[in-house]
């Protein structure tokens, strides 16, 4: 298999580039032969892809930088960000169709975003294109106008006006741009349903499934590290952007629903707001008896992070996906979802709690059920199985496995000149 990759640069940290780099190495190591387009400097690119004998790396820098008159605020470096990747990306895509026309791809794979800026003009040139989004902005924009009333609470008026117009803009794109593409990769069955309903496909273009894969080498137990607090309480641990659709104002309730048993919970909130939205200032209204706000952690102490609490909640409306589930169970945390986060759909419900989105009361519910199990002898059983999990789930060996035999559906399907069949279905229920 031969395919052209097309998307941001990988790095070593977490997110979405850093899912990225772990899908080339172990695609590399699989024997599929990648060549890669990136916008940035070859500085950039991560030590541990220079060395993988099957990846082919096609870089365009940008003279685009920080400190300058057209980023000296994060708005105005935003905008100006995005048309220097623009530009970088109409190069790459120009490049990619040269060598496609050297030696022939048999897909194109577009990794993180949707819209198709830079190859929608060579569609016609091209193999099968690929989607493997991160998230889209129609599911962004939803959540946007349902949560206004807590917006108006931190933000201003123009912030917000101006954050809806252009998540508007990205999801008309959007919506034009992925029919344009032959097939959709969903990280969930949930994202999928979504991608497909919001954008109006047909189910069977989204139905593939491929979750983020989670580094378990990185992410793992560690007997070691100190636990959160001097006392023996069980810390909850909620790790997010503080911002639209993560289920901050649930946590800030949370925090006020368990103050009767307050000598023997503790809720520890990290994380900062993103350049569209925050909602740190629901947080003023936490009950301090139970919950403490620490900021921001960067991405290479999250590992100690996740060792030094008893468990995660992660009570998102929207989430394709959702990272720090994965890299919770590998940890072996047992973890609390509502049923909109992805990386739960499929998990052991011993070790994952799952709520409906929304709903308070089943959320303070299963976190007074999971810390009773915490405090009993079950607690080695659910932390082994958590681990477990991950492993089974969402290790990169399994995930890059699933994504080359769906690609290579693909590749099969079109040199027989028949779509493949794929429907969307509901996951596997979850083994009580």
Not at 2 to 8: E, K, L, M, T
Not at 55 to 69: A, E, G, M, V
Not at 109 to 119: G, R, T
Not at 169 to 176: E, L, P
Request: proline residues 5%; contains cysteine; glycine residues 6%.
């Amino acid at each position: 298999m031969r395919i052209a990759w097309i998307g941001p640069m990988p790095n070593n940290d977490g997110g979405a580039t850093g899912v990225g780099r772990q899908i080339l190495q172990e695609i590399s190591r699989q024997g599929v032969e990648v060549d890669c387009f990136f916008p940035g400097k070859e500085s950039a690119l991560p030590e541990v892809l220079v060395g993988e004998r099957n990846l082919r790396i096609y870089c365009q820098p940008s003279s685009w930088q920080w400190n300058r008159w057209y980023s000296r605020n994060n708005f105005l470096a935003f905008i100006t960000g995005q048309i220097a990747n623009l530009c970088c990306e109409l190069k790459l895509a120009k490049s990619l169709v040269n060598q496609h026309k050297i030696k022939p791809y048999d897909l194109v794979y577009q990794f993180s975003h949707i819209e198709l800026h830079a190859l929608k003009r060579y569609k016609k040139q091209l193999p099968p294109i690929v989607l493997h989004p991160s998230v889209h902005a129609a599911g962004e924009l939803k959540w946007h106008r349902k949560e206004a009333y807590l917006s108006r609470l931190s933000e201003p008026f123009f912030k917000r006006l101006l954050v809806r117009l252009l998540l508007m803009a990205r999801a008309f794109v959007q919506k034009r741009h992925v029919r344009k593409v032959d097939y959709v990769l969903s990280l969930s069955h949930n994202f999928a349903e979504e991608v497909s309903s919001d954008y109006h496909l047909q189910p069977s273009k989204a139905a593939y499934i491929v979750p983020n894969s989670i580094d378990i080498e990185r992410y793992s137990p560690k007997p070691g590290v100190a636990k959160y607090g001097a006392d023996h309480r069980i810390t909850f641990l909620f790790v997010s952007r503080i911002a639209v659709r993560k289920g901050v104002e649930m946590m800030v309730e949370l925090s006020h629903r368990l103050s009767d048993i307050s000598n023997n919970v503790r809720i520890l909130i990290v994380g900062n707001h993103s350049l569209w939205s925050d909602y740190r200032g629901l947080l003023s209204q936490l009950n301090t008896d139970v919950a403490t706000y620490v900021g921001q952690l960067s991405g290479g102490e999250m590992d100690n992070l996740y060792n030094s609490v008893d468990a995660l909640i992660q009570p998102s409306h929207y989430e394709p996906f959702g990272l720090t589930v994965g890299e919770a169970l590998a940890c072996g945390l047992p973890v609390i979802a509502s049923d909109k986060v992805g990386a739960a759909e499929k998990v052991n419900r011993i070790c994952c709690r799952v709520f409906p989105a929304g709903d308070i009361e089943a959320l303070e519910c299963s976190v007074r059920s999971l810390l009773e199990d915490l405090c009993s002898p079950n607690r080695t059983e659910i932390t082994e199985l958590a681990r477990s999990e991950a492993i089974r789930l969402f290790s990169n060996e399994v995930i890059v496995s699933e994504l080359v035999s769906i690609l290579n559906e693909i590749i099969d399907a079109r040199k027989n000149s028949k779509q493949p069949e794929k429907t969307i279905s509901k996951p596997n229920m979850a083994v009580n």
